[in-house]
């Protein structure tokens, strides 16, 4: 049975690539992974998360970012759009362009049925290399339920989870709280099966 070659290109090619295209990419070990559109519940989450950053870090030395915002994770490896990303001081730039990040402080996924393995697996194990990042949120859009990873003073990271909606989720490193019930406004589940 034949199969489709995976075709590689360089990190420059990507970024060339993906600059130009109407469509982000991902990009991984040289493959670029196009990035589908969200479900409603999907843009909700993100839009939450991102509204209550952006207002609770107003007038702090901290600012949110959407998905519109690139992250390099390793040179030449990975490069990766989270749904929110969050930098605290001076934003580390990789070009002139402005358009790819090198320090974030927290970074926050929300889970897809396509892509929670990866961003539980893969995406995860390269996000721990990169030394700025003392925050690693996923959060789940078919349940209340979110799972945070925090980097403590000597490099382990330690693991919570948050299903309740009066509870908050205490981002140390850049001195907020999100409850639940913010994330989580607006948001209807699917109906049980």
Partial sequence: MASNPVVKVTEEEYLA??????V?????????????GGSMRHAR????IHGELHDTLRGSNCQAFTADLRVRVMPGRMYAYPDVTVVCG???LADDRQD???NPTVIFEVLSPSTEAYDRGAKFRYY???ESLKEYVLVD????????YT????????FRVYQNPDELVKLDSIGAALSLKQIYDQVEFPAAE
Avoid: C, Y
């Fill in 128 to 130: 721990l290399t990169i």
């Fill in 17 to 22: 690539l993906d600059r130009a295209a109407e």
């Fill in 151 to 158: 980097r403590g003073s000597e490099g382990a990271w330690t």
């Fill in 100 to 102: 790819i990040l090198l």
């Fill in 24 to 36: 982000r990419s991902e990009f991984l070990d040289g493959q670029m992974w196009a990035m589908s």
């Fill in 141 to 148: 859009q078919f349940a209340m339920r979110v799972e945070q």
């Fill in 45 to 48: 989450l993100h839009s939450n």
């Fill in 90 to 92: 001076k934003p580390i």
